[in-house]
């Protein structure tokens, strides 16, 4: 898993192709409005969408989850088009899938306590970010391709996604369960996450799905030591074997743990 230190702010970019292997101060008050976890009768308006724009193939949800292997809440049509998604396919129309699915997670010091919120965690299938309800909760789509169209009003890329959803949740689906380690029910950090992805088609930038999320602490308290990550389930397989075991039984992946900083002296690591 990839962490780094997050100040306000994190623009992240997921480069995906076929050579992949693998706060702030709080406010004085709790807008109970935008805090499904305090109405007691959450309906959140889940959603898939994917991005097939460009040569890569990407779904993304507004759970806290990419790819559609953790999407059950959001059901497996695209909620703008109504085609069936797929996790995440390279080039497009090739049958060759590269991804189960990923999520984000964020963590801090709350008080005394060190909390971790997940779109998914892989183990005990705990689901801790969901968006409002309708219709404040849903997707937005945006687009640049059709300036007649109203999509196109302050649309960055060919598709973008945008999804706000929050942690503050305590009887959604996939929270109330109690945390298999912890052994007891989602305590939030109180965040609130505005998910943007976009893609292209041009041939520069065909290849690849870019991320930005920006995190927002929506509680009283103040929360320190913040750190975010993504965890990543990277199944690599043709479609040809999908219903056997053999796409998640042969992954190997890695990570480079140095990488040398051009700019630095040459002594330095």
Known sequence: MMLTRVIYR????LLLSAALPCLALGRTAVDAKRDPGRTGAANPAYCIAMHNVGNIVLSVTNGGS???GFAGRSGE???FTGEHVYSLEYPKGSRTR??????????AVLGRDTLVSVGADGWGYQQEFNPDEAPLGRMIYRSTIDPSKPEYEGAVSEQDYIAVYYDTCTNCVGGSTPDYLDNR???PLHIEVTQRSYAWSYSYAEDFVLFDYAVKNI?????RRIFMG?????????????????????DICGFLRTI???YMPAKCP
């Open 219 to 223: 509680g009283t308290e103040r929360l």
């Open 260 to 262: 040398p900083a051009a």
């Open 66 to 68: 990419f790819g559609s």
């Open 185 to 187: 029910p989602h305590r």
């Open 77 to 79: 049509q695209d909620c």
């Open 98 to 107: 590269y991804l189960f699915a990923g999520a984000f997670w964020i963590g």
């Open 230 to 250: 993504l965890y990543v389930d990277a199944d690599v397989y043709t479609q040809a074997l999908l219903g056997t075991d053999i796409g998640y039984q042969d």
């Open 10 to 13: 994190t623009a992240l970019a």
